[in-house]
Every structure is written in structure tokens, then in C-alpha cells.
């Protein structure tokens, strides 16, 4: 596995962990970065969770997340 410094997809699969947030645990409403609209609670969701920054986590759309190669955002 080769990893470049400064790594072009912070959300590649090898440096994300990825967790499936069921609707029971799902209690807020988050906005989704790849589709920058609401997750509303009591939605089944996934949080994908930078190995090098948990900080930087980001909950999406299972759909937005399993489709992102396909729409980035600009940059
Ligand atoms: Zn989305």
C-alpha cells in the first residue's frame, strides 16, 4: 500500500473508517458533505472517520458516501 503526502482523497477508503449508524442511533441531524443537505434524525446514515483526524468525521448519506467517487466536491 503506497500513500502519498498529501493525499488527494481525504475520504479514500484506506485512511476512512467507516461506521453504519442505525435509526435508532441516529438522534440529530447532520449535514451531509457530499450532498449538502440535512441527514434527519432517525435516518440510517454512515460516519466515515479520518484515521489520521477524527476530528475531521463527517456523517453522509449512505448513498452520497457509496457514490462519492462519482460527485466531489470542487478542489
Ligand atoms: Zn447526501
Do not use: F
Not at 461506521?19 to 451531509?32: E, G, I, S
Not at 443537505?37 to 458516501?65: F, N, S, Y
Amino acid at each position: 500500500m503506497t500513500r502519498a503526502s498529501g493525499h488527494p482523497d481525504p475520504w479514500a477508503d484506506d485512511v476512512v473508517e467507516v461506521r453504519y449508524v442505525q435509526p435508532y442511533d441516529a438522534v440529530k441531524a447532520y449535514v451531509c458533505p457530499g450532498c449538502n443537505r440535512d441527514i434527519p434524525p432517525r435516518t440510517h446514515h454512515v460516519v466515515a472517520v479520518p484515521h489520521g483526524a477524527p476530528d475531521l468525521r463527517r456523517h453522509w448519506h449512505k448513498g452520497c458516501w457509496e457514490g462519492r467517487r462519482r460527485r466531489r466536491p470542487v478542489g
